[in-house]
């Protein structure tokens, strides 16, 4: 929990990870896709303020008391979800996967829920390994990560029948919540692999499931506005914005803020920290203390105030997980279940959307 | 592998290779710099040049021209690296002078197919030969109306600034709007989507159809165009920090300096 001028937030980190990406775990002949993706990833922390940077080498692989440390010690961090990334076509044992989360996860009762994932390129057999992975680790919710390589495929659409066969499945499983998280490689190549018109159609024939859209769709932040506006089970993840935004491009976070908080709202936004990307400290100490600028160029954007922030930072996605929330952090007119509609003026005469 | 490239050089040519001077027959270097601005990252709608993807530029006394792009990650996407890369090439090689043209992409996942493929002329679809369906002309189309709904705030917001009613903004063209190089520059996208774009045209315009924007429909679209330029002007920021950090903010040739506030390089 973090406390600032007599508030007290209740802190959920719904999207973090804890990953080897050092040379031991590179796959004999894709080392330079392995050394890549965690090399692109390092560049991100560089986002994040100097004295919170890691080394290379200990970003490949930071320990278990690094991760406790960082986010529970240090970070005011409540409860936490680890979202897996596999990976396997480059590191041996995966990035981070549900085993390796779970077993963590496990030593430590009560500070984490250990979300698992699905690849509907791995048909059969990949579905008796989700339904193994729900029951072992008691899963709730799901990461998939689109532009995943499988045996020379380089991803795929939510939208895919394969990937319905599999949300049925978790859904029956009973999977809720399903964090989506776009990459540059899908198939055909030739089409926007960050077009986030999947997951639209997804929201609409599972209404049952909640999407958690990660980084916002980032790079296509407009393109999952418009979206997630008309979807009320699809939310906001802020991976990467409080995280890539808030110290390197200031005046950059708060119109992207602005915009999210107009098109899509402070009851649909849910904070991740996306460590070990970034240490979830200074984003959340950060964001406590952040205000929309008061000049012209951002006075056509909601104002976020003390229970946005709490909701945010915890409440939101304590809802989608049903996590327990001492009253003291609670809100006291608490009627954010009902999703508020912001963005009043999109209706069924809107024109069609720029590059839809 | 990248060549290290130094800070700030202009005019830094590689050993053996005759760069821009007064003395050396040929291609000066600068053609071929101006000839590289004009090439712009789909997605960013910014220059290659003015973002830093140009590593390094040189051309031999005989008119062999080499161009090395470099761009913020590993795993930028394919598609968009493509078209960097092959309209980098048809820039250059129109270059009066150029008898040969080189660019290579360095530092990516599929630097080598990307390379290989420009530099046979394959196209996109073959180069990635049955992980793509089609060209690009789609995707580029798609990403020049993004940019016209950018370039729409970028010319609208100061003109509503100064006190102009949103909805008369319906009835103002192009050529009733004051110069400037916003207004410039959301002129040439749309002509180059063959939308309306002379001074009689419509300031604002539905930018699939080319027809007009309801006055019902205004106040959406123009959030829309504002979102639209957020969210490039934001990732154009999270790329330039990318890049910074990935090549140790080493400058590219033609680099400009983010000024943030207003998300426009420091020459706009």
């Not at chain 1, 990467?240 to 709202?265: N, Q």
Request: hydrophobic share 40%; charged share 25%; with cysteine.
């Amino acid at each position: 929990m973090y406390e600032s001028n007599g508030e007290k937030y209740f802190i959920v980190d719904s999207h973090m990870h804890y990953w080897n990406a050092a040379p031991d775990n590179w796959v004999p002949g894709h080392e330079q896709y392995a050394k890549g993706w965690i090399e692109c990833f390092h560049a991100y922390q560089g986002l994040g303020p100097p004295e919170t940077h890691w080394s290379i080498e200990h970003f490949q692989k930071y320990s278990e008391d690094d991760l406790l440390k960082d986010v529970f010690e240090d970070g005011h961090v409540d409860k936490a979800i680890f979202q897996p990334t596999y990976l396997k076509e480059w590191y041996k044992e995966g990035f981070n996967t549900t085993e390796r989360n779970g077993l963590l996860g496990e030593k430590h009762p009560g500070k984490f829920i250990t979300n698992t994932r699905f690849d509907p390129r791995d048909g059969d057999v990949g579905l008796d390994q989700l339904k193994r992975d729900v029951e072992r680790w008691g899963a709730k919710g799901l990461k998939l990560y689109t532009a995943e390589w499988n045996n020379g495929s380089r991803g795929y659409k939510l939208s895919d029948p394969a990937a319905y066969r599999f949300l049925e499945a978790a859904q029956n499983l009973g999977i809720k919540n399903v964090h989506v998280h776009k990459g540059p490689t899908i198939w055909p190549l030739d089409k926007d692999a960050f077009d986030v018109s999947d997951i639209d159609h997804c929201a609409t024939d599972f209404p049952d499931l909640n999407f958690i859209v990660e980084h916002v769709g980032l790079p296509r932040i407009e393109d999952f506005c418009f979206m997630a506006t008309q979807e009320p089970n699809v939310y906001a993840g802020l991976s990467v914005v409080i995280g890539g935004l808030m110290h390197a491009l200031p005046h950059f976070f708060a119109k992207v803020m602005g915009e999210l908080l107009f098109w899509v709202g402070e009851d649909k936004m849910t904070f991740g920290s996306d460590y070990g990307i970034w240490e979830p400290k200074w984003q959340i100490e950060g964001f406590v203390n952040w205000e929309m600028p008061d000049e012209p160029a951002y006075a056509d954007y909601p104002k976020l105030g003390v229970a946005g922030k709490k909701k945010i930072l915890g409440l939101n996605a304590a809802r989608l997980y049903d996590i327990d929330v001492p009253k003291e952090f609670q809100l006291l007119d608490d009627n954010s279940a009902a999703a508020q509609d912001d963005a009043q003026l999109v209706d069924d005469r809107s024109q069609p959307v720029a590059g839809a | 592998m990248t060549a290290p490239v130094t800070a700030g050089s202009a005019r830094g040519t590689a050993p053996g290779v005759s760069g821009f001077s007064p003395e050396t027959p040929g291609v000066p270097r600068e053609d071929l710099l101006r000839a590289l601005e004009t090439v712009r990252d789909p997605e960013l709608d910014e220059p290659i040049t003015s973002l830093g993807f140009v590593a390094a530029c040189t051309v031999s006394s005989d008119g062999d021209a080499e161009v090395r792009l470099r761009l913020p990650t590993y795993f930028c996407a394919p598609n968009f690296a493509y078209l960097m890369v092959a309209d980098a090439y048809d820039a250059v090689s129109a270059l009066p002078g150029v008898r040969r043209a080189e660019v290579v992409l360095e530092d990516h996942f599929a630097s080598d197919v990307i390379n290989g493929g420009v530099a046979a002329q394959a196209g996109f679809a073959q180069s990635f030969d049955g992980e793509a369906v089609g060209e690009l002309h789609q995707l580029r189309a798609d990403f020049l109306r993004k940019a016209v709904m950018a370039g729409t705030d970028q010319v609208c917001r100061p003109l509503l600034a100064a006190g102009q009613e949103p909805a008369a903004l319906l009835a103002m063209t192009l050529g009733e709007v004051p110069p400037s190089r916003a207004l410039e520059r959301l002129r040439q996208r749309r002509a180059d989507l063959g939308l309306p774009a002379g001074d009689d045209a419509a300031l604002v315009i539905d930018p699939v159809t080319g027809g007009p924007v309801r006055p019902d429909a205004l106040p959406l679209h123009l959030r829309k165009a504002k979102i639209t330029r957020v969210s490039i002007e934001a990732n154009a920021g999270i790329c330039r920090g990318m890049l910074g950090h990935r090549y140790n903010h080493t400058q590219g040739q033609g680099e400009t300096v983010l000024i943030e506030d207003s998300g426009l390089p420091a020459d706009s």
